[in-house]
């Protein structure tokens, strides 16, 4: 089972529905992160937490919302999905304060389309 | 200006050769630096860090950094029908918030 779980894997939805995302991870680890992936643009992050009480936005985070359920567990939110919306996500943990390594571990991607 | 830059390509390079790739970033203050893979419908995955100015090698992977260029670099020898990828420069802006440059697609031609 891989270490970074992310459902749905694919989803198509239309404009102005809500959407989750959801992550888990096996991986004990305490930072977790939601990107961004279009073509061209590389990975934009879009939240990221460092704890259960700890969210923080990050470059593009309009338009979307987190919920950090459990250590092993963020969710990610579209309350009113649009096209351009649509793209791949990503979900990534990292160690915590005594792991500076900067490695992510991704979650093998969701690929949301908004119609 | 983005934060992090990548010249997008693709780069086509002939196998065995040395592969080059560069990124620039404009936080002064970061500290951390990394070189991604990506596979064509794959998850990135962290294939080089570098931390100090100069280079640092590993297997046929060099990373270079230069931060009073604001700088980093990846030079891949003998390179490998393998390698093609899209190559993702990140960089640690402050407690592992990784930012992300656009990529690189890197195409190795047999």
């Known amino acids: 089972d891989a270490d970074v779980t992310q459902t749905p894997r694919n989803r198509i939805t239309k404009t102005g529905k809500r959407i989750m995302l959801e992550c888990s991870q096996t991986k004990g680890h305490d930072r977790m992160y939601w990107y961004r992936q279009d073509p061209g643009l590389g990975l934009q992050l879009i939240y990221y937490s460092f704890d259960v009480k700890d969210i923080n936005k990050g470059e593009i985070s309009d338009g979307y919302s987190v919920s950090r359920q459990a250590q092993a567990k963020f969710s990610l939110s579209l309350e009113s999905a649009i096209p351009n919306q649509t793209a791949l996500y990503f979900c990534?943990?990292?160690?915590?304060?005594?792991?500076?390594?900067?490695?992510?571990?991704f979650g093998e991607g969701s690929r949301l389309t908004v119609l | 200006q983005k934060e992090v830059e990548q010249n997008s390509g693709p780069l086509s390079v002939p196998e065995g050769a040395i592969a080059s790739l560069n990124c620039t970033y404009s936080d002064r203050v970061s500290q951390s630096f990394f070189w991604y893979r990506q596979y064509s419908g794959k998850s990135p995955e962290l294939i080089m860090s570098?931390?100090?100015?100069g280079d640092k090698e590993d297997g046929r992977f060099t990373a270079q950094l230069n931060k009073a260029s604001q700088y980093v670099s990846l030079l891949i020898r003998d390179s490998q029908p393998s390698d093609s990828a899209t190559y993702l420069c990140a960089v640690d802006q402050g407690a592992q918030k990784l930012v992300f440059g656009q990529g690189t697609r890197l195409t190795i031609n047999p």
């Open positions: 990534a943990t990292s160690g915590g304060h005594y792991e500076n390594t900067g490695e992510l571990f």
């Open positions: 570098i931390y100090s100015n």
